[in-house]
Structure formats: C-alpha cells, structure tokens
C-alpha cells in the first residue's frame, strides 16, 4: 500500500522533492497556501532569472553560510545535474558571461515552471491550494486553514524564507514551530540593501548610479562585481555575498565599515605611480587615466580634505580600500532572500526535525545563507532531491 506523503509549501524546494520522490511507494499531495505554485520562483524570473552557477562544485560549495551543511545535499544533485534535469524536461539553459545558468533565451519563467508542474502531474503528484498549514493537531496530525485535519506518514515542510510576503512566504509558522519546541530564529534580511547615510549633496547627484567593476570586502572576505547607489544605501552583487559578515557584525556594533576596492584592477603602487606621473589635475587624472566613473570620483571628493585629495598616496590609498559604513540592514521583506527561520541544530543530517518525527524542513526556511546568483535556487533544489532520495529508500 502507498504511504501518504504530504509536502507543505510549492515553492522551488516544494516542488523539486516532488519531482524525485518515487510515486510507486508514495501518494505525494503538495499543500499550499497561496491559489498557484512557485510564486517566489517566479519573482526570481522577474530580474535575470539565475538557477544555479556553473562554478566547479568545491569552490561552489563555499559560498554557503555555515560552510559544508550543504555538502551531502550537493554531492548528491549538483548544478551540472540540475542543467542536465532541466534539459530532460524541455528546458535548456545557458551560461551567462558571469558564470551564472539562466534558461535558454525567449524561455519565460512561467514557461520553466509549467515544464515542472508538466512533469509533477504526469507523475501524479496531487496539489491542493489555498491549504494554509496552521498547527499541528492530535498525534501529529496536519491542520489547515484553522480547522481542517489531514493525516500523512511523513510530511516535508518547505515554507520558505520571511521576504516577499506577497508569495506567500511569510515566515508566519515561526510560533507554531516554537510552540511544538522546535528552535528559530528571527528572520534577518539577507541579499539585501544596506543603509548608509550618505552625504546630501551626493546622493541628489547619483542616486541609481552603479558602481561597475568594483570589489567590497569585510574582514577577509572579499566579493567582486557592482553596486548600485540607493536613497537608502547600496545594494548589489558586490555586496550581497557580504550579508553573513554585515549580519553577524550588526548584532555586535550599531555600524559596520566595509571597505570598497573602485580599482581591484590595479595594485596600489601601480596607482600611485599613475597619479604621480600624471601632469593633469588630479579630477582630469582619474577620470581619464584611472578611468573612475564621475560617482566614484564625487564620493571620494565629498570625503576627502582638500590636502587628502591632493596627497597622491593617500588618494591612491582611498582609491583602493574606500571606508563604507553600514548602518543597518533592508527591512525583511524586501530582501531577496532571509537567514533565520528554523534553527539547523533542530534537524538532522536528512533535514528531520528532531522534535517531530517524520517530518521534515527544506529550503529557504531553515537558517542558512548564500549569495544570489543562482546559489538560492541550487540550495533549495539540492535540498529536495537529497531528501527525496532519502525518503525513496525508507
Ligand atoms: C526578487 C527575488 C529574486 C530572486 N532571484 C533569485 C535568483 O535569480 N537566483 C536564485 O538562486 N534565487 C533567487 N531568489 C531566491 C529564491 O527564489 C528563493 O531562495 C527560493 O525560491 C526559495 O525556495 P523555497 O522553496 O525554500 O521557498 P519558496 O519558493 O518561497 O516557497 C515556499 C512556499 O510555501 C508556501 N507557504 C508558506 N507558508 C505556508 C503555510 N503556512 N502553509 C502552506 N504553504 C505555505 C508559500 O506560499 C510558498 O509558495 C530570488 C528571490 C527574490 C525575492
């Protein structure tokens, strides 16, 4: 006899766990809260769509945040599979200049999560909608929407992170987790703006401008790629990758310094020998040999002292390890992804929660942290293939 298998959640974790579980032992139902499947998917599609990054798998491995919980997850469906399973449904992909894997170009979002939904029907995965999981009821039975009670062998939740609320994802199951005594943690905006209060005068001039080919490092991590100056600070990929730091920092001190590199490209003594040779004005220099954007320029100028700007080792120096300091984080719900959320010392190595059995957590709504860039998705997918392997084999 099938056992009853209930997936709480059809998000991106929701429903890769779906696609790999063997129906032949299993009658899988996913359960979710909202009218349709993989809204936060979707809204991933709505920037460039990146599902995963086709970095050579160790060095892949470390941009998760605590280092190695992937490990098996990944060992066991890595990006290159996810391209070839991706394939085998219909959906090719590309990697971008950046190293990043988005679906083949014309391919829509919607069109990637039709191919998914396709392929979970043809296996006879069951969908419920509008089932919002509120409790747990007697014997660890499943309660929805307050009053409605379902009974399943095992149950995998995959609710996803705290951002975004408008997909469903709302973080609101937090005190039904603690109230059964499994352990969370606040929700804390990740992949996120970060607030600085820049001068006035500065950011009337370049409020939206981008700070391309840049790196920003915090202790000794250090993160290449672009930024964009906001009202409220700066956001960007050269910046994301330092959430864990910044987060952890934050907790500490009420401020963090960054440091950004405006010329990774150039040592710091070959700068000075650049400055130093130049016979222009120093605005003229680094502008059209140091080749700084006007941004770059203005914001070490509003910094800088006349006599500062005119030390060409001390501008070189600033050149190279700009302080940025950071005051605060982007509010929960618009960061692209969240830390906190169900404590990993509340699961097991197969994502079981130690406090109930036979039920799982997956995904986003487990306390961990990547960068964007395809690294979320991979996350998630892993995390639900793995674990449909495991349950496969019980
Ligand atoms: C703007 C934006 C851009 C992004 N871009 C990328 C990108 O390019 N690459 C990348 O790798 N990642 C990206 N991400 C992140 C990525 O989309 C998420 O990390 C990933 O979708 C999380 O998957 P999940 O299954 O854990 O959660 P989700 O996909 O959020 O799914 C969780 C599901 O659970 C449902 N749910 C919640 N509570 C309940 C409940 N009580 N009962 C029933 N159902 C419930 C929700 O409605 C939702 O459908 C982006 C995110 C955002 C917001």
Not at 204 to 210: A, L
Not at 349 to 358: A, C, I, Q, R, W
Request: hydrophobic share 40%; glycine share 8%; proline share 3%.
């Amino acid at each position: 006899m099938r056992r009853e298998l209930a997936i709480i959640g059809g998000g991106t974790a929701g429903l890769f766990l779906a696609a790999f579980l063997n129906t032949d032992i299993y009658n899988v139902t996913i359960y979710e809260k909202k009218a349709s499947l993989g809204r936060k998917f979707l809204v991933a599609g709505d920037g460039g769509f990146n599902l995963t990054h086709s970095e050579e798998l160790s060095s892949f491995k470390s941009k998760y945040t605590p280092s190695s919980f992937l490990d098996i997850a990944l060992d066991h469906f890595s990006n290159t599979d996810l391209i070839e399973w991706l394939l085998g449904i219909g959906i090719p992909t590309f990697i971008g200049s950046s190293g990043k894997v988005f679906p083949e170009k014309g391919i829509k979002p919607i069109e990637v999560l039709k191919c998914i939904e396709a392929y979970l029907i043809k296996k006879n995965v069951k969908f419920k909608f509008n089932k919002t999981f509120s409790d747990w009821g007697e014997e660890n039975s499943l309660e929805f929407n307050s009053n409605e009670f379902i009974k399943a062998d095992y149950t995998v939740f995959a609710l996803g992170g705290g951002s975004w609320k408008v997909t469903g994802s709302d973080g609101s199951w937090l005190d039904v987790f603690n109230k059964k005594g499994v352990s969370t943690l606040p929700f804390k905006s990740s992949n996120c703006a970060f607030r600085i209060k820049w001068p006035e005068k500065f950011i009337q001039n370049n409020e939206g401008k981008p700070l391309k080919n840049i790196s920003i490092s915090l202790q000794n991590k250090v993160q290449k790629g672009e930024a964009v100056i906001t009202k409220f600070g700066i956001e960007g990929n050269a910046i994301y990758g330092l959430s864990p730091e910044i987060q952890e920092a934050l907790v500490i001190e009420n401020q963090v310094v960054v440091y950004a590199d405006f010329k990774p490209t150039l040592s710091l003594s070959t700068l000075i020998e650049k400055l130093s040779l130049s016979r222009s004005k120093t605005t003229i220099t680094l502008k059209e040999k140091i080749k700084l954007s006007r941004t770059v320029i203005e914001i070490i100028k509003v910094t800088l002292t006349k006599e500062e700007f005119l030390d060409v080792e001390v501008l070189a120096k600033f050149i190279k390890k700009f302080p940025l300091t950071i005051i605060d984080l982007a509010p929960v719900d618009e960061a692209i992804s969240t830390s906190g959320g169900i404590n990993l010392n509340a699961v097991d190595s197969n994502f079981e929660l130690k406090k109930v059995k036979n039920n799982f957590c997956i995904g986003e709504m487990l306390d961990w942290n990547a960068p964007t860039g395809g690294y979320l998705i991979q996350a998630c997918v892993s995390k639900g293939v793995y674990l449909a392997h495991q349950l496969n084999n019980k």
